[in-house]
């Protein structure tokens, strides 16, 4: 059949505002989750990353949060700069197995 | 400490050849799983070593394959190339398996 190509959500925000990145996982039995961020032309770049006995972890300007109740992740950055530009996708893995990723988020920086 | 590194960055084969690619870890590092990446899949697990064992090897036909040497230094080859071949290959690696897992630049392989 015909291969239908991913359609990356998309997200743009002015600089300096905050963004939140959303991402829906598959397996309620995952607990150990990465954010990783890429850019045009580079591999995918570890950010932050939490694991299931914990709802929040804060980095530097990232905030991870998880819910484990409806598999819901989500990646806050704050005071968002033109540097962030990239896609954004959202790992998973239960313990022993592979990782797998989501389809990613587009984030544009208005400046 | 040096990153996840991989050779070559870019490569260009025909249909029918083979090719192999190489990912040197982070220094410690003895997990060293392979993704393909495309547009229209995204990321997609190959496979996974782990002191030169596979662990784990996802949904992709025998054509793939891969190793890892006793300095973790793992490399994977692909056969018989074929179009749909064409897509960056990335290299991740970590300390234990499936584990705060760093990834290389990439080979971004084109098949004619």
């Known amino acids: 059949g015909e291969s239908v190509g991913l359609h990356l959500p998309t997200l743009s925000v002015q600089e300096g505002d905050n963004s939140i990145i959303n991402c829906a996982y598959s397996?309620?039995?995952?607990?150990?989750f990465i954010w990783y961020k890429q850019e045009s032309g580079k591999g995918p770049q570890f950010i932050i990353d939490i694991r299931s006995n914990m709802d929040k972890r804060q980095g530097q300007r990232v905030t991870v949060l998880l819910n484990k109740t409806v598999k819901h992740l989500s990646l806050q950055i704050a005071a968002t700069q033109p540097g962030d530009s990239a896609v954004y996708f959202c790992a998973e893995n239960e313990a022993g197995n592979q990782f797998y990723f989501g389809t990613g988020t587009s984030l544009t920086v208005i400046p | 400490k040096a990153g996840v590194t991989q050779t070559p960055r870019y490569l260009i084969k025909t249909r029918g050849q083979q090719v192999t690619l190489s990912c040197s870890p982070i220094s410690g590092h003895r997990s060293v799983s392979w993704y393909q990446q495309t547009p229209g899949q995204g990321l997609q697990f190959l496979f996974e070593y782990f002191s030169e064992t596979q662990r784990n090897k996802g949904n992709f036909p025998g054509r793939f394959s891969g190793r890892q040497f006793s300095n973790s230094r793992s490399e994977m080859n692909v056969s018989t190339l074929e179009l749909g071949d064409s897509a960056l290959y990335l290299c991740a690696s970590s300390l234990i398996s499936y584990n705060e897992q760093f990834f290389g630049p990439g080979t971004r392989l084109t098949v004619l």
């Open positions: 397996n309620s039995a995952s607990d150990y």
